[in-house]
């Protein structure tokens, strides 16, 4: 298998879009640049697609895969229940540094969710990749293209060569900003629960979410 590099300095971007939503579709895996590091992924529907991220990245099988939406419509169609607190979550911190927790969708890999009843979802803050995402007709399992353990890319040339071997498209879009990790809420319990610490205010996220209580 031979992988395909585009660099986007120097691609149209309806060319990128393209190849994007073809290898996707497909079942490939893609790297890309988003609003932190670099990221690997594939289609969230197809159970095969979902095992080759685990394997290209050396992922323990008990970790569960987020998913990156193009809209919060995007987000709705994962979700088997997007609740009020979910949406004004959303509206406060999307696109943005905010993961939010939501009961699964039937459709998704068992994969994704690691056999649990839950899916993460996030809006990265990075224009292009949100055209991508929203102009498939599927959700996109991503994690940060790295083996597991190991420290993030925010270069295509810190991927280790086992995982560039292992993809069919890599979009380069220079360097990324990297930063701190998501904040992580889970909206399926009451209150919300702050699941993980990230770049926002836990008080800016409890007041969020106190709107619906």
Request: charged share 20%; hydrophobic share 40%.
């Amino acid at each position: 298998m031979s992988t395909r590099l585009l660099r986007l300095e120097e691609t149209p971007p309806e060319k990128a879009l393209a190849a994007f939503v073809e290898t996707a579709t497909a079942g490939g895996l893609l790297v890309f640049p988003t609003d932190t590091v670099y990221g690997l992924g594939a289609r969230a529907d197809r159970e095969e697609s979902v095992r080759r991220v685990y394997e290209a990245k050396g992922r323990p099988a008990e970790l569960a895969l987020p998913i990156l939406v193009g809209s919060v419509e995007g987000a709705r169609r994962v979700g088997a229940e997007w609740s009020p607190a979910a949406q004004e979550l959303a509206q406060a911190f999307w696109p943005g540094p905010l993961t939010i927790v939501v009961p699964a969708r039937e459709g998704l890999s068992p994969l994704v969710t690691a056999g649990g009843a839950t899916v993460g979802l996030r809006m990265p803050d990075y224009p292009p990749l949100l055209q991508w995402l929203a102009a498939c007709d599927f959700p996109l399992a991503v994690t940060s293209a790295n083996r597991s353990g190991r420290p993030a890319a925010g270069r295509v040339k810190e991927l280790p060569a086992r995982l560039r071997e292992a993809v069919e498209l890599i979009l380069d879009g220079g360097p990324c900003p990297g930063g701190t990790p998501s904040s992580i809420v889970d909206v399926t319990s009451s209150p919300p629960q702050i699941l993980r610490a990230g770049p926002l205010a836990e008080q800016d996220i409890l007041h969020t979410v106190a709107k619906v209580e």
